[in-house]
C-alpha cells in the first residue's frame, strides 16, 4: 500500500485497508515472525528459554503486561523492543490529538470532522517510532498528567464554557492511544494514581473533572517493577494487579558467557580504545565474574540487585585504564593488565548498595575485595588446585615459583611500567613461562603476561605469596619475608 497517495478518508476506504486493535497488531505480528524463524526480540541475551517465550505468550493473549525484576535486567529494553511489533504506518485524523482511527473515531473533534466532511476527511500516517511512550512513576505525577484535565487557556481562546468537553485538555495516556505505553516503576505511583488505571485498562473509559468520556482507549499497557518497591517504597494495588494480564519475571544472567556477550553489546567504546587496547579473554572472564562475586557477596544488599549497568561501565573504565597508560607511555598498542582493574573500583562502588558490615568495611575495600574473589573462584579453571593442607617439603606445581620469590628480595610491579619493561619484569620470573608451557600451552601469545599475572595474584590468594600495594604499583613476596619485613 502506497500511503503517500492516500490522503483522504475515502481514498483509504478504496485502498482496502483494514483497521484493527494495537494487541492484534501486535499478535499478528508476531505469529509471523514465529512463523518464519525471525527473532522478535534481538539483542537481549539469556532470555531465550525464560522471559522471552513468557513475553511471546502475553502477546498472543493480548495482555497488558507487568515485567518484574531488579534493576538492570533489560525490563525497559524489552518494552522497546516491542515496536518492532508494530506496523510501519497507521492513518490517523489530521488534528486528533489522540490518533484517531478514521474508521473507529473517538474523540469528539474526529467524530464532528468526518460528520462534516465524510470522504475528504484529511488523513495522516503516525510512524512506529511515533508510538512509544514511556513515563517514570514517581511520587509527584498527578491524574491531571496521566489521563487530563479542564485547560483554561483553551476555553477563553475558543469562547467555550467549562461545560463543554472541548475544555478538556487530555494526558499522556489518551495521548498514547493506538500506543505501546510504558509505566517504569510501577509501585512508586502513589495508590491514588494507580486508582485512576482502573478503568483505562478494564472498561475503558475516564473521568476528567466530573466528565465522564467514554474513550475507548486502544493500547497496549507494559509495567515495569522492583520486587523490593513492594516493601520499600509502595507496592502495586491489588485490582490493579488483577487487571494486568501476565507478570513476567526477569532475572540476571546465568553464566559468564551471556554476561560477557551483553557487556560487548552495551559498552559505549570508541574506534581509537578498540585499536589501541587489547583485552585478554580472561580478563573479559573476570570482569563479569565480579558482578556474580557481588551478588553472592554478604556485604552488598542481593535485594536490591547488582546491576548489568556494572559490568558494562566497568568494562569501559577497564579500557581506559589501559589507553591512559600508553598515552602516558607514548605507545601505540598496549594489553590490558591484572593491575588495571584498579581502574574499575569506581564502575563498583557506585553500582552496589551496602549492607551494615559492607558500610564498615568501606565500599573501595569491598570492590577490591569482589576482585579477589573473582580471582580465586578462576584459579583452578585454569592452574592446578591448591590445597589448604599439603604435605611438607611435597613438591606441587607452584614450588618452583613460590621459592623464587623467597630467593629475591622483593619484586614490583609499576602501575605504569611499559609494554616492554612489563614483560621483561615477568620474564625474569622463569618458573612462570615453565608453568605456563605446562598447563596452558596453546594460550594466544598476546595473553600470555597477563596470565602470568594472573598467576601471581592467584597465589596471593590461596596464600602462597604475599602482596602490598605501594604508590606506584604492587610489590609480590613470599610469605615469610612478608612477615619478616613487617617484623
Not at 510501577?186 to 488505571?197: F, G, M, S, W, Y
Not at 483505562?200 to 482507549?217: H, M, N, T
Not at 520499600?232 to 532475572?251: A, C, E, F, W
Request: proline fraction near 4%.
Amino acid at each position: 500500500m502506497e500511503i503517500n497517495n492516500i490522503n483522504t478518508l475515502g481514498q483509504l476506504k478504496t485502498s482496502g485497508y483494514k483497521s484493527k486493535p494495537i494487541k492484534e497488531e501486535l499478535r499478528d505480528n508476531l505469529r509471523n515472525k514465529i512463523k518464519s524463524g525471525k527473532l522478535a526480540f534481538e539483542g537481549v541475551h539469556g532470555y531465550e528459554n525464560t522471559v522471552i517465550p513468557e513475553l511471546e505468550r502475553a502477546i498472543l493473549s493480548r495482555h497488558n503486561i507487568n515485567l518484574l525484576g531488579l534493576r538492570g535486567q533489560a525490563k525497559t529494553r524489552l518494552a522497546r523492543l516491542m515496536l518492532n511489533l508494530l506496523d510501519e504506518y497507521i492513518p490517523y485524523v489530521t488534528g486528533s490529538e489522540i490518533n484517531d482511527d478514521p474508521f473507529q473515531p473517538i474523540s469528539r473533534f474526529a467524530k464532528d470532522i468526518i460528520a462534516e466532511k465524510g470522504d475528504e476527511t484529511p488523513i495522516s500516517w503516525l510512524n512506529k517510532s511515533d508510538r512509544f511512550f514511556e513515563k517514570l512513576a514517581t511520587p509527584d505525577v498527578t491524574v491531571a498528567d496521566l489521563i487530563g484535565d479542564i485547560d483554561p487557556i483553551k476555553a477563553a481562546n475558543l469562547k467555550l464554557s467549562y461545560a463543554d468537553d472541548r475544555v478538556i485538555h487530555f494526558g499522556m495516556i489518551p495521548r498514547a492511544n493506538r500506543c505501546i505505553f510504558v509505566i517504569n516503576e510501577l509501585p512508586d505511583l502513589q495508590a491514588r494514581i494507580q486508582v485512576a488505571l482502573f478503568n483505562i485498562l478494564q472498561e475503558g473509559d475516564i473521568q476528567i473533572r466530573g466528565y465522564k468520556l467514554r474513550l475507548v482507549l486502544d493500547m497496549q499497557f507494559i509495567f515495569t517493577a522492583n520486587p523490593e518497591d513492594y516493601t520499600n517504597r509502595g507496592s502495586i494495588v491489588t485490582p490493579l494487579k488483577d487487571r494486568i494480564g501476565s507478570q513476567i519475571l526477569t532475572h540476571y544472567p546465568d553464566s559468564v558467557a551471556t554476561a560477557r556477550k551483553i557487556t560487548e553489546q552495551e559498552a559505549k567504546l570508541d574506534n581509537r580504545q578498540i585499536e589501541t587496547v587489547h583485552v585478554p579473554s580472561l580478563a573479559k572472564d573476570l570482569l563479569e565474574q565480579i558482578s556474580f562475586e557481588a551478588r553472592e557477596s554478604e556485604f552488598i544488599d542481593n535485594k536490591s540487585g547488582v546491576s548489568a549497568r556494572m559490568s558494562i561501565t566497568a568494562y569501559e573504565n577497564l579500557l581506559s585504564t589501559a589507553e591512559r597508560r600508553a598515552l602516558r607511555n607514548g605507545e601505540d598498542k598496549t594489553t590490558v593488565r591484572l593491575s588495571d582493574f584498579m581502574g574499575i573500583i569506581p564502575a563498583i562502588t557506585g553500582k552496589v548498595e551496602l549492607v551494615y558490615e559492607g558500610e564498615q568495611e568501606g565500599a573501595a575495600v569491598v570492590a577490591q575485595n569482589l576482585i579477589n574473589d573473582a580471582i580465586h573462584t578462576f584459579f583452578p579453571g585454569y592452574f592446578p588446585k591448591i590445597e589448604k593442607l599439603e604435605k611438607a617439603d611435597e613438591k606441587t606445581a607452584y614450588s618452583a615459583i613460590i621459592e623464587w620469590f623467597f630467593t629475591e628480595s622483593g619484586f614490583e610491579l609499576p602501575d605504569d611500567a611499559t609494554d616492554v619493561e612489563y614483560k621483561n619484569i615477568l620474564d625474569e620470573i622463569a618458573p612462570l613461562e615453565q608453568l605456563l608451557q605446562k598447563y596452558q600451552s596453546e594460550l594466544p601469545a598476546a595473553d600470555r603476561y597477563f596470565m602470568k599475572e594472573f598467576v601471581l595474584w592467584g597465589l596471593v590468594e590461596y596464600n602462597k605469596l604475599s602482596k602490598d600495594r605501594f604508590s606506584e604499583g604492587y610489590q609480590f613476596k613470599d610469605l615469610y619475608g612478608s612477615y619478616i619485613s613487617k617484623l
